[in-house]
């Protein structure tokens, strides 16, 4: 049973759409989040939700907009796609927002834009 | 701001041999260390992880000891297989609210039979 599951693990899409990838966590953890990891494999954090709350917002552009209906799950919506938004998006998880914690992370979402 | 830095890869092994991944960090305060792994395909899986000064996280063969002095983080495998084979990074997470981790760049490791 994975813990974090992310859908769909492929997209390819023309430049303008809009699209959404789904994230669920059945851990039980509090807090979720969203990194991107762009061609050259550099993770950088997107959005952090503790609770259906919106804790970290790292200057992403607000074509991007997270949805966290409820604690077991955070979803990305992207209006008008850009050839830059090309990459692999991670879900993760930890139990909660603070504290030396590690994350469980999905096994990804490659977006490409044409 | 917090930063991580990682020797760049690919660094290509044969079995057995000994693995050294560098990694140094600036961070404020007492930030706790962690190396996750990417297998190809896959997502980041938590490695090891140290919380304080002189802690040293293990698992798998891997170690890797917290060194406040040098600001250093660096991962050890006495013996590599080609199983090994996977990206690893190094983060750092300095526990500020929103427990966000601030990763290097990632170093390819390749280990060949």
């Known amino acids: 049973d994975t813990a974090v599951s992310q859908t769909p693990k492929y997209l390819v899409t023309q430049m303008g759409n809009d699209k959404s990838i789904k994230c669920e966590q059945n851990?039980?953890?509090?807090?979720m989040y969203w990194y991107k990891q762009d061609s050259k494999k550099f993770l950088k954090i997107m959005f952090s939700?503790?609770?259906?709350?919106?804790?970290i917002n790292e200057t992403v552009p607000n074509r991007f907009s997270p949805k966290s209906p409820d604690k077991a799950h955070l979803n990305l919506h992207i209006n008008s796609l850009e050839l830059g938004d090309s990459a692999v998006y991670f879900c993760?998880?930890?139990?909660?927002?603070?504290?030396?914690?590690?994350?469980?992370f999905g096994s990804g979402t490659r977006l490409t834009v044409v | 701001g917090n930063s991580v830095t990682q020797m760049e890869g690919p660094v290509t092994l044969s079995e057995e041999a000994f693995l050294t991944i560098n990694c140094t960090y600036t961070?404020?305060?007492?930030?706790?260390l962690f190396w996750y792994v990417q297998y190809p395909g896959e997502g980041l899986q938590l490695l090891l992880k140290?919380?304080?000064?002189?802690d040293k996280g293990s698992n798998k063969g891997f170690e890797a000891t917290y060194r406040k002095e040098t600001t250093s983080f660096h991962l050890e495998k006495g013996s590599v297989q080609v199983s090994d084979s996977a990206v690893y990074f190094c983060?750092?997470?300095?526990?500020?609210?929103?427990?966000?981790?601030?990763f290097g760049g990632g170093t390819r490791v390749l280990v060949k039979p």
């Open positions: 993760a998880s930890s139990p909660s927002v603070t504290g030396p914690i590690g994350y469980t």
């Open positions: 851990l039980g953890h509090d807090t």
């Open positions: 939700y503790n609770n259906k709350e919106l804790i």
């Open positions: 961070a404020t305060g007492y930030p706790s």
């Open positions: 140290a919380t304080k000064a002189d």
């Open positions: 983060a750092l997470s300095d526990g500020a609210a929103g427990n966000k981790l601030t």
